[in-house]
């Protein structure tokens, strides 16, 4: 299994509203190294919910449902979607603060590519999120 994280504008599109939706394409990523980690994804890979600009904090695990596929908002073949659905909202938001703060978390490409929109997460990154979000 591989994990990632992925970045969405809460108003543009919300952990909320892919709760509501039960599930979505990941679409409109036109970095070449972002749609190359798009293309990575795998069904059932685990990725971390951040909200990026409002918030700037992991918020939620979803799940990978389809791999990529055409972008359905562009004709342009270079550009990939996935199909993803919510798993469970973390108990408590994990800030990008908290995130740059933790010493196991410094290499992490959040902090080192934080304008990244998709980008890989290792196995233990992943876990030490879910342990932080998982705190009272």
Do not use: C
């Amino acid at each position: 299994m591989n994990y990632f994280l992925v970045k969405s504008e809460p108003d543009a599109y919300s952990w909320d509203q892919l709760n509501e939706d039960g599930s979505t394409f990941w679409d409109g990523v036109r970095n070449y190294q972002a749609r190359n980690n798009l293309k990575a994804m795998k069904k059932g890979d685990l990725l971390l919910y951040y909200h990026s600009n409002i918030g700037k904090e992991v918020v939620g695990v979803a799940r990978v449902i389809k791999e990529y596929y055409q972008d359905p908002t562009t004709d342009d073949d270079r550009w990939v979607a996935v199909d993803i659905e919510p798993v469970e909202a973390l108990k408590r938001p994990v800030t990008l603060k908290m995130i740059k703060e933790d010493s196991f978390l410094q290499d992490m490409a959040l902090v080192k590519q934080s304008r990244l929109s998709v980008m890989p997460v290792k196995r233990e990154e992943f876990d030490r999120i879910i342990e932080m979000g998982s705190e009272e």
